[in-house]
């Protein structure tokens, strides 16, 4: 607000406006403190330098050679020999199955999840299927029970009604 007071505003011209403007910022300048003065003026790099001393300065990320053991080049030798043998199998039997499944020497075991589940469905569908057929050949003697017990009582009154007539 004081700084607004000491400086008087001119009627402003179009062709005075430079002068305007080199006014304001020495005003802007004398008024300003001198400790935002010293450290407003930062070193004035090029661009392409900053980011080059940037990019110097993160780590780059490196691959170090590990050192295997005697056993562990033994054991990790094994199971690519493994899966070398499984490959060349694939590749020779083609529709063939595997002996991983059957207990083969490559020591792998198949998966065998989606092949139980489907043999449990198929005996669980042959269990139902023999259940209905019991009921129904049940149900069929039933059934023929009835009708036969039906024929006795039918054949018991027309004997009982014979004889009452006598």
């Known amino acids: 607000m004081w ?6 505003p001119p009627a402003l ?3 005075d406006i430079s002068s305007h403007v080199a006014e304001i910022l020495s005003a802007w300048a004398e008024w300003q403190p001198a400790a935002e003065v010293a450290g407003a003026p930062a070193p004035t790099e090029d661009v392409d330098v900053r980011l080059a001393k940037m990019l110097e300065s993160q780590s780059l990320p490196t691959t170090t050679q590990r050192s295997y053991t005697e056993e562990e080049k033994r054991i990790r030798e094994a199971i690519l020999a493994q899966y070398s043998q499984m490959s060349d199998e694939d590749n020779s039997e083609g529709d063939k199955e595997e002996d991983g499944a059957n207990g083969g020497d490559c020591g792998i ?3 065998l999840n989606a092949a139980t589940i489907v043999q449990q469905e198929r005996e669980k569908r042959e269990k139902a299927k023999l259940e209905s057929q019991k009921k129904k050949e049940k149900d069929k003697e039933d059934r023929e ?3 036969q017990l039906k024929e006795e009582k ?3 009154r027309k004997t009982q009604k014979g004889e009452r007539r006598r």
């Open 13 to 15: 011209q179009e062709d």
């Open 145 to 147: 029970k009835q009708k």
């Open 109 to 111: 075991e198949k998966n």
């Open 154 to 156: 039918k054949e018991k």
């Open 3 to 8: 700084l607004l007071q000491s400086i008087q």
